[in-house]
């Protein structure tokens, strides 16, 4: 199985700063015939089901605003939260679909100082 | 808009069996491969088991496998978890979750059900 790796587990960042989240894949999840990363990222907030933000390591899904970014190629990725809002405060997901089992990291909470 | 509504949790002695349900409204479900994941405060996110859009082809988790099936039936709009030999271990809360790409898959998802609760306990 592809275990992905989080970093921090949590961090507190000041309204409108930066927030930046890793995630490792223990192989890589890049497809070299369409070179694309199979890698998301989901957003969750408490008592809701996630919410996908980005998609192909680096596509941001329908209606997620340009500030949430991803980055990254094979195994390393970033999450880049720019000009935090209070509304962003919630636990944050990477997530593997390069191969089954579909594994997920185990998550980073996101605080508003 | 999208809707996906789970039903069928509950509490479950150990090695019972549970068919859940997942009724979805506001696109068009034959053409999109579903997925079960869920999700337990220890364990976090768990992919469960995911099923093609004319249901001939189905991945499971290890560990569900031949325990856990998944089904679909395109003509009511519904995907089914059907759990027996329950565990401990499978109390979660099960989520719904749509495949990502029309016509195919990704793997990735896009829309999620609230979720339904199986609790696992003698």
């Known amino acids: 199985d592809i275990v992905m790796t989080q970093s921090p587990d949590s961090l507190a960042v000041s309204l409108g700063e930066r927030a930046t989240i890793s995630c490792k894949s223990s192989?890589?999840?890049?497809?070299?015939?369409?070179?694309?990363?199979?890698l998301a990222w989901y957003q969750q907030k408490p008592g809701q089901p996630p919410k996908l933000l980005i998609y192909?390591?680096?596509t941001r899904a329908s209606g997620v605003p340009d500030r949430f970014s991803g980055s990254g190629s094979g195994t390393d990725f970033t999450l880049t939260i720019n000009s935090l809002q209070a509304e962003d405060g919630a636990v944050y997901y990477c997530?593997?679909?390069?191969?089954?089992?579909?594994?997920f990291g185990g998550g980073t909470r996101v605080e508003i100082k | 808009q999208v809707q996906l509504m789970e039903s069928g949790g509950g509490v479950v002695q150990p090695g019972r069996s549970l068919r859940l349900s997942c009724v979805v409204s506001?696109?068009?479900?034959?053409?999109?491969?579903m997925h079960w994941v869920r999700q337990t405060p220890d364990k976090g996110l768990e992919w469960v088991a995911v099923?093609?859009?004319?249901?001939?082809?189905?991945y499971y988790a290890d560990s569900v496998k031949g325990r856990i099936t998944v089904s679909r039936d395109n003509s009511k709009n519904t995907l089914y978890l059907q759990m027996n030999s329950l565990r401990a271990e499978d109390t979660a809360l099960y989520y719904c979750?749509?495949?990502?790409?029309?016509?195919?898959?990704?793997?990735?998802?896009?829309?999620w059900g609230q979720g339904t609760l199986v609790t696992v306990s003698s």
């Open positions: 192989q890589s999840v890049l497809y070299n015939s369409n070179n694309k990363n199979y």
């Open positions: 099923i093609s859009i004319d249901g001939s082809i189905k």
């Open positions: 192909w390591a680096s």
């Open positions: 997530q593997q679909y390069d191969k089954i089992p579909i594994t």
């Open positions: 979750v749509r495949d990502l790409e029309g016509g195919g898959w990704t793997w990735a998802f896009d829309y």
């Open positions: 506001g696109f068009s479900f034959s053409r999109y491969s």
